[in-house]
């Protein structure tokens, strides 16, 4: 039965009541706290600033909990922090409070008129395995911009997770939320969430609720009131926010024909005006006060040469203008989840921003702060991503998907006598979209030794000792990266046992790059991929052992393995390869097919008889 708000209201002060209560001390967990309870009271005026009460409870069940007394809370131009209070309370009863002493500020001094950083500190005192810690204070958000979203905590298990929303009579407030169970006043709402599980500290971890993202139709920013009802009311936001001034178009436009007076075509122009932003003008990432969300004006970008994803997204589309393009920039959010289509307008859902040029043929997304794109590529991470353009009129835009895998490698090696003791390895390495892209640069300009110590980290599991590397050439066509050469294997490096182990990058890749440690959570957020990989051993070596032909493989959704071996025309030949379609991966079957490579390292398929 769904309860009604007043005797909800009154559960969570008899939670408070609980919490105080001695309770026998909990097992270690792996973050050396348990978080008793996070309470967010949040209410928002009609004047459209909000008052945030926060009250916070840990157990200390280790010393790596000892950390959770340090405190530090981010402040800028529209968040004020007031009334921090808190005690340690020690394994037997005794408490001891927080004084003002224990407070303080720190600051990061403005860098090159960026603004500068504060926060506030305390350090609840005295704390010890066994002790129970509580503090509690207050916000004001001046601007509603600045609302929490609400997460669980990713660094250790939380009994109760409680947010009380409330709100004046002419506020209209919105929010997006899943995970908590939801108890509806008149003009406030309850979210409930208990026992929320530690979540491992691992990268690629999957999406984890609970969640609150909480807008209102309206906002002031800046002195300034602007609404947000749709996403054109966004987009117009900071359209506004990125006007530059009448007098200073003049010097954009000098500056964009001198970058362009060579340009023959308007994708020359475009390329060259691209160029000046990624190579003249440093991507500089930080986000204090009004950084947030107002750029800094042409002018000043210019003269210092660097800026955020906001600065150089507007002096591009700045610079495009005034070359005759129509270009605007466009708000992107490159999280996954929860999309950003799920969520009610609002400025804050997105956390960087690109430049759209419209032609006839459609949209061209440019992003000069991110060293994988160029005017022709967008960059892997804003694929598949929510983009808004800044223009005052459009909507939600997807950007392109993904190519099919996203990336692949292949390698092809041939093994055949060269002379004694010595075998020659002809090669073929073939990488196609963004590994094209990724390892085009990285191969443009190896030296024989640098080339030799890459291809020896690839294949590091077997042994091999490479010499008399050459390149035979490299080529770059149609998203598709070909380098091709040979070298020597030496046989005497194998020791006593002289078998040899087939080389297999593939499998190195996978250990190296996705299977590197095991997963205590589910494996997600990976672009997809295809891994193939061809050894061809010529079976007229003189002392040659091969062993029988075989066929394995591994499937799990959205994964699969072949391994095997066959015999064709006086040849062994080893093929090896992987898909992935980028879909998420349980710990278990992450863990089991980590287990499966680890095994394979070691296998001996060829011997070589003295």
């Known amino acids: 039965m769904t309860l009604g708000f007043p005797a909800m209201r009154a559960g969570f002060c008899f939670i408070l009541t609980l919490i105080g209560m001695a309770l026998p001390v909990r097992e270690a967990c792996s973050n050396g706290a348990v978080c008793l309870l996070d309470s967010i009271d949040i209410r928002i005026k009609n004047n459209l600033t909000a008052e945030i009460k926060v009250h916070r409870a840990f157990e200390i069940t280790s010393e790596a909990g000892l950390r959770f007394a340090q405190v530090q809370i981010p402040i800028n131009n529209y968040v004020e922090v007031s009334d921090v209070k808190g005690y340690t309370q020690l394994p037997g009863g005794t408490r001891i409070k927080l004084t003002q002493q224990d407070i303080g500020t720190s600051s990061a001094p403005a860098f090159k008129g960026f603004g500068d950083t504060q926060v506030v500190i305390f350090s609840l005192r005295t704390p010890v395995v066994g002790s129970r810690i509580y503090y509690e204070y207050k916000q004001v958000i001046r601007s509603l911009l600045y609302l929490p979203r609400v997460t669980r905590s990713s660094s250790c298990s939380t009994d109760r997770l409680v947010v009380n929303l409330e709100w004046d009579k002419k506020v209209n407030v919105r929010y997006t939320s899943d995970g908590f169970g939801e108890y509806r006043g008149d ?40 609404s947000s ?144 794109g160029s005017v022709e590529i967008l960059p892997p991470r804003l694929r598949g991503r929510t983009y808004l353009v800044c223009d005052g009129v459009s909507g939600l835009k997807t950007t392109p998907g993904q190519n099919n895998p996203a990336s692949t490698i292949v390698w092809q090696f041939s093994l055949s006598q060269a002379r004694d003791q010595t075998l020659g390895v002809n090669f073929s390495l073939r990488y196609a979209n963004d590994a094209a892209r990724a390892y085009r640069e990285f191969w443009s300009d190896r030296s024989a030794d640098n080339a030799i110590a890459f291809l020896q ?34 046989l005497g490096e194998l020791g006593r046992s002289q078998n040899l182990a087939i080389a297999s990058p593939l499998n190195t890749y996978l250990l190296d790059n996705i299977f590197v440690d095991t997963r205590a959570g589910s494996y997600c957020g990976a672009n997809s991929i295809r891994l193939e990989e061809t050894v061809v051993v010529d079976m007229a070596i003189p002392g040659l052992a091969v062993g029988s032909q075989y066929s394995d493989s591994w499937h799990r959704p959205g994964m699969a393995f072949v391994d095997e071996m066959v015999i064709d025309s006086e040849r062994a030949i080893f093929h090896r390869k992987f898909d992935f379609s980028g879909e998420s991966l349980t710990a278990p079957d992450y863990n089991a097919f980590r287990d499966f490579l680890l095994s394979r390292i070691d296998q001996q398929y060829v011997r070589l008889q003295k």
């Open 187 to 226: 003009r406030n709402m309850l979210f409930l969430a208990s026992y929320l599980s530690e979540l491992p500290d691992e990268p690629f971890s999957c999406p984890d609720g609970p969640y609150l993202f909480i807008s209102a139709s309206s906002f002031t920013y800046n002195k300034s009131r602007y």
């Open 457 to 490: 980290a690839q294949l590091h599991y077997t042994g091999w000792g490479i010499t008399s590397l050459a390149l035979s050439g490299m080529e770059f066509r149609n998203d598709t990266l070909t380098v091709g050469g040979s070298f020597e294997l030496r």
């Open 229 to 372: 009802e749709n996403w054109s009311d966004v987009g117009r936001f900071f359209e506004k926010l990125s006007e530059q001034p009448v007098e200073f178009q003049e010097e954009l436009k000098a500056l964009a024909s001198r970058l362009t007076e060579r340009a023959l075509t308007k994708q020359e122009s475009l390329s060259a005006l691209y160029r000046f932003l990624a190579d003249s003008v440093s991507y500089f990432a930080l986000e204090v006060g009004k950084g947030d969300f107002t750029p800094h004006l042409c002018s000043v970008i210019l003269n210092r040469r660097f800026g955020d994803c906001k600065d150089q997204a507007i002096l591009l589309s700045s610079l495009c203008r005034v070359a005759g393009f129509d270009a605007h920039p466009a708000l992107i959010s490159t999280m996954p989840h929860p999309p950003v289509n799920e969520h009610q307008p609002w400025p804050a859902w997105f956390d960087h921003v690109i430049t759209v040029v419209k032609d006839e043929s459609g949209y061209m997304l440019l992003d000069p702060s991110d060293p994988l």
